[in-house]
């Protein structure tokens, strides 16, 4: 494994941890809301639109993740019983595409981004802006972009060198 696949791999397990970690403060505060609530001293003001940003935050903080060490379902029994140039010519199809769907998620949520920061939006009781939330998962879908493109040039070089390339 080269120094930059080690090096996204770092960074991409410290972003997962914010996700583990926007876990637990959900648990958290889903618990204590629950506590309170059957104790019979009120509620916990913006609980719901609390666990609903940390969701979006849980989701994409998880990707990159899940992208560098292929925890993703894939379509194996087909392609497995293909040459490794066939599997890789495969590969390289799929990559290209996630690769250009998730930039453009990534590109809409900095214009939404940036519209929400523009515009002032914020959540409903709590007052959270928005635009936090959405730079937050497009630096996490960027992320997501750069270990995607590190497995499309693999899968390239597969193809143009043969399986004894990687």
């Not at 935050?57 to 029994?77: C, D, E, M, N, R």
């Not at 214009?111 to 939330?133: C, D, E, R, T």
């Not at 270990?147 to 399986?163: E, H, I, N, R």
Request: some cysteine; proline content about 2%; charged content about 10%.
């Amino acid at each position: 494994m080269s120094k930059f696949e080690k090096a996204l791999g770092f960074v991409t397990e410290r972003v997962a941890l914010g996700a583990m970690a926007a876990v637990v403060v959900c648990v958290g505060l889903v618990v204590a809301h629950v506590i309170k609530r059957g104790i019979g001293t009120g509620l916990i003001t913006g609980t719901n639109e609390v666990v609903t940003l940390l969701a979006g935050l849980i989701l994409s903080l998880g990707i990159p993740y899940l992208t560098f060490v292929k925890g993703h379902v894939a379509v194996g029994i087909l392609v497995d019983r293909l040459a490794p140039r066939k599997q890789a010519a495969f590969d390289v199809v799929t990559y290209g595409i996630s690769l250009a769907i998730t930039m453009l998620i990534a590109w809409a949520m900095v214009g939404l981004g940036m519209k929400n920061q523009q515009s002032g939006w914020h959540s409903g009781v709590l007052a959270i802006p928005l635009f936090y939330f959405n730079y937050t998962i497009a630096a996490s879908l960027a992320l997501t972009c750069v270990v995607l493109a590190k497995d499309l040039a693999k899968a390239v070089v597969t193809v143009v060198k043969g399986s004894e390339a990687t």
